[in-house]
T-cell receptor, first 113, second 113 residues
Framework: GAVVSQHPSRVICKSGTSVKIECRSLDFQATTMFWYRQFPKQSLMLMATSNEGSKATYEQGVEKDKFLINHASLTLSTLTVTSAHPEDSSFYIC?????????FGEGSRLTVL | DAKTTQPPSMDCAEGRAANLPCNHSTISGNEYVYWYRQIHSQGPQYIIHGLKNNETNEMASLIITEDRKSSTLILPHATLRDTAVYYCIAERRSSGSARQLTFGSGTQLTVLP
């Protein structure tokens, strides 16, 4: 199946700094990518839909100024957590569809100290 | 998308078949049943999907009742590596790229040695 790759897989940062997470579709083009967040022992929650060449669509309750999404090419979407705080510590997962099927990245675990 | 209901947890002995149930009593005629699993600290992995007929692939079998109100995912010979959270999702299949998946709470399957 198609491959979606995320980087970094783990990141630790200090409170107040910004962190960028990359999501790449390796063998297909994705005009749309999805960003999920998962807290411990909880299910995945959709944060936003990333659209190539246009603004992302954010789910209710997700701060667009805090979670900046850029989808500048058909194979790359980035999520930047700005001014990170400990409550932003979570597992961030991206996904994209290829031929109708959804494929997920490996996830990026963010720890904010 | 139709709501799905799964037991929160199940145990299975290694080498035995694991049968994971899912209730989707409000599923509509054009909604497929998808199964994904998420091993701890990894992104979700596609397992199998079906509409009406039973399906089998190298990972699992999917049995859908005739009235399509419930289904069972079968892992024929569970191994310790099958320990994961299994998600059952009802979704209209679309060739478009803009449709995200909504995850429920899933079933935590623990395969015991």
């Amino acid at each position: 199946g198609a491959v979606v790759s995320q980087h970094p897989s783990r990141v630790i940062c200090k409170s107040g700094t910004s962190v960028k997470i990359e999501c790449r579709s390796l063998d297909f083009q994705a005009t749309t990518m999805f960003w999920y967040r998962q807290f411990p022992k909880q299910s995945l929650m959709l944060m936003a839909t990333s659209n190539e060449g246009s603004k992302a669509t954010y789910e209710q309750g997700v701060e667009k100024d805090k979670f900046l999404i850029n989808h500048a090419s058909l194979t790359l979407s980035t999520l930047t957590v700005t001014s990170a705080h400990p409550e932003d510590s979570s597992f961030y997962i991206c996904s994209a569809r290829d031929a109708g099927e959804l494929f997920f990245g490996e996830g990026s675990r963010l720890t904010v100290l | 998308d139709a709501k799905t209901t799964q037991p929160p947890s199940m145990d299975c002995a290694e080498g035995r078949a694991a049968n994971l149930p899912c209730n989707h009593s409000t599923i509509s005629g054009n909604e497929y049943v998808y199964w994904y699993r998420q091993i701890h600290s990894q992104g979700p992995q596609y397992i199998i999907h079906g509409l009406k007929n039973n399906e089998t692939n190298e990972m699992a079998s999917l049995i859908i009742t005739e009235d399509r109100k419930s289904s069972t995912l079968i892992l024929p010979h569970a191994t310790l590596r099958d320990t994961a959270v299994y998600y059952c999702i009802a979704e209209r299949r679309s060739s478009g790229s803009a449709r995200q998946l909504t995850f429920g709470s899933g079933t935590q399957l623990t395969v015991l040695p």
